[in-house]
């Protein structure tokens, strides 16, 4: 039998900042870090929405990031 811990959790947004030359979006990251892994998806994405109404350039997706140990037994 295997025990999951929990070591890090964050949250990546992704935003739409422009488009390139060849007229591929252009995208940029940003990183929330120290996030409580006992949260829950849905309060992740009203986070997310939260942060993205405060950003210039529109919300393209939401990730949430969860680093684990798996300790077997």
Do not use: C, K
Request: no cysteine; net charge positive; aromatic share 2%.
């Amino acid at each position: 039998m295997a025990i999951r811990e929990n070591l890090l959790s964050r949250m990546r947004v992704t935003l739409h900042v422009g488009q390139n030359t060849d007229g591929s979006p252009q995208l940029r990251n940003r990183t929330y870090n120290r996030m409580r892994h006992t949260a829950s998806d849905t309060a992740v994405a009203a986070v997310a929405a939260l942060l993205g109404s405060l950003q210039q350039h529109p919300v393209l997706f939401v990730h949430r990031l969860d680093e684990a140990r798996v300790i077997a037994q």
